[in-house]
Each structure stands twice: as C-alpha cells, then as structure tokens.
C-alpha cells in the first residue's frame, strides 16, 4: 500500500515563473490536506481539500497561491509568478474519509526560488 | 488565539538517558492531539493520537500522555535512531480537520 506520493521532490524555478506541486493520496483517501514549512520553521496549514471541494483554504496566501483536487488525478498545488519568500518545503497529507483521523504524511517538494 | 508550544526547542542525550517533551495547547474543543517524528529531509511520520485527558499510549521506548492543557511524550532509554525532530499537533472544533503544529523538540542522542 503505497503511502502519499509527492513529485517533484526537488523544483528549482527562477522567480516570476510557475511552480506545480503535485501530491497522490494513500489509497482510499479523499481527504488532502498541504503544508508549507519554511527554513527553522514549524509545519503551516494551507488548504484542505476534498474531491473537487475546497473545504478550508484559510492558510493560503490571497494571491497566487492556488490548489484543486480534481476528481480524476493528483492534488495541484499552484504558485503563480513565484518571489524568493515561496522557497520552502510543501507536504501534502491524506486522510481517510472520516472525522477525526490522523493524516499521514509525503515526503514533500522543496522548492527554490533563484 | 489558538497555539501550540513546545519545549525545549533542542535536547541532547546521552545513549540511555530517559527524558521528556512537553507540548502545551490553548486551543477550544481539542478533537485530537497528534504526535510525529520527523527526520531531516523527510516528511513527518506519524507516531500517536490521543484524544481526552488521561489517556496514554506507547510505542517502543516512545510513551504519549495527555492532560486537560498539555503533553507529553517520554523517551525511556534512547538509542541513536531515536534522533529527530518531534513535532505536536492539535486538531480543534472549528477548524475542519486542519492540523496547528508547534515548531517541534529537535532531539539528538549520541552514544
């Protein structure tokens, strides 16, 4: 059983471009959640998402930030025209479809903005 | 305003020695407090969840309690592998499912 996948690991862009992060969900999860974690920082809400829902999207920046889950294919997590303070590390989370359950964790994308 | 503090910020112990990590909330309606180890370059791996006060629950030489206002988690007899960072996270009423997260016990424990 596969956990939740994440590609890329790594992504370098130079600023003003586009970053997309993509997550796959453990098996049977519906429920996707990302977190940015900046350098000697502790873990951040984004977004929280069901298929084709955004449930809670209080963490995500106003501008250029973005996120689906379709309901064919991975989570997206979008940074449009990406500045030097975007470069961190992204995790996504899954959880089964139910309330109260522990989310289990990808290995992340670590983003760099040169 | 909702938050989670962990502390100390960093430990280092000797092969052995048994210790604690504390992790303190204020937090309205806790739905769940989650404990993960997370090694450098890695995502967090998930370890425990408590729910009310009082309860408890171990793993090897990892032990989880649970109070009305904080938590711990205790470390008996420490190996090398053992060294990560440990973070805490609450889950509340009002917040969805979302998780906050403290900034984490970076623990090292050397031979």
């Known amino acids: 059983n596969a956990g939740v996948m994440q590609n890329p690991r790594h992504l370098v862009r130079r600023r003003g471009q586009e970053a997309r992060l993509r997550c796959s969900p453990m098996?049977?999860?519906?429920?996707v959640y990302w977190y940015r974690q900046l350098p000697e920082e502790g873990l951040k809400f984004m977004v929280y998402?069901?298929?084709?829902?955004?449930?809670?999207e209080s963490g995500m920046p106003k501008e250029r930030f973005s996120a689906e889950f379709p309901k064919e294919g991975p989570s997206i997590l979008r940074i449009q025209q990406v500045v030097r303070g975007d470069s961190a590390a992204y995790f996504c989370a899954s959880s089964p479809p139910r309330e109260d359950t522990e989310a289990f964790f990808g290995q992340g994308t670590r983003l760099t903005v040169v | 305003e909702d938050q989670v503090t962990q502390s100390p910020e960093a430990l280092r112990l000797q092969e052995g020695e048994s210790s604690s990590l504390n992790c303190s909330y204020t937090?309205?309606?806790?739905?769940?407090l989650f404990w993960y180890r997370q090694d450098p370059g890695k995502g967090p791996e998930f370890l425990f969840t408590?729910?009310?006060a009082g309860e408890e629950k171990e793993k090897e030489r990892l032990k989880a309690t649970l109070t009305k206002k904080e938590s711990f988690l205790h470390i008996t007899a420490p190996k090398p592998e053992d060294s990560a960072t440990y973070l805490c996270a609450v889950r509340f009423s009002g917040g969805y499912n979302k998780l906050i997260f403290g900034a984490g016990t970076r623990l090292a424990v050397h031979p």
């Open positions: 937090v309205s309606g806790l739905r769940g």
């Open positions: 098996k049977g999860h519906s429920h």
């Open positions: 408590l729910y009310s």
């Open positions: 998402l069901q298929k084709e829902n955004i449930i809670d």
